[in-house]
Nanobody, 119 residues
Framework: QVQLVESGGGLVQAGGSLRLSCAAS????????MGWFRQAPGKEREFVAT????????YAADSVKGRFTISRDNAKNTVYLHMNSLKPEDTAVYYC????????????WGQGTQVTVSS
C-alpha cells in the first residue's frame, strides 16, 4: 500500500503562485512515476502533469505549459507542482497520483487539495 498526502492548496489572486506538495509513504521502495490531476466543479478530472521516476521525463497539459512545473525529490518521496501566473480557470481540486514504473495505470491517489484563484 502507498499513501499520498497533498498540501499547499489555498486561495490566491489571479497572477499569483502556489506550490503543491505530495508526500508518498508506504511501499515506495521501487521506482514509480507521479502525476497531478485536477477536477473543477461540474467537470471531469483532467490531467495536469506527470514526472517519471528519475525526473528526466516530464509532460504537462497544454493548458498549463509555461506556467506550471512538476518536480520531485526522491530523498523525501515528494513531488511538487509549482504553479505560476494562476488564472481563475485553474480553480479546482488538485490530486496527486502514483503509478509503478511498469504500469500504465495510476493506482494510488491523494485526498485532494483545493486551489481557488480569484479574479
Amino acid at each position: 500500500q502507498v499513501q499520498l498526502v497533498e498540501s499547499g492548496g489555498g486561495l490566491v489572486q489571479a497572477g499569483g503562485s502556489l506550490r503543491l506538495s505530495c508526500a508518498a509513504s508506504g511501499r515506495t521502495f521501487s521506482t514509480y512515476h507521479m502525476g497531478w490531476f485536477r477536477q473543477a466543479p461540474g467537470k471531469e478530472r483532467e490531467f495536469v502533469a506527470t514526472i517519471n521516476w528519475n525526473g528526466y521525463s516530464i509532460y504537462a497539459a497544454d493548458s498549463v505549459k509555461g506556467r506550471f512545473t512538476i518536480s520531485r525529490d526522491n530523498a523525501k518521496n515528494t513531488v511538487y507542482l509549482h504553479m505560476n501566473s494562476l488564472k481563475p480557470e485553474d480553480t479546482a481540486v488538485y490530486y496527486c497520483a502514483f503509478r509503478w514504473s511498469w504500469s500504465n495505470e495510476y493506482e494510488y491517489w491523494g485526498q485532494g487539495t483545493q486551489v481557488t484563484v480569484s479574479s
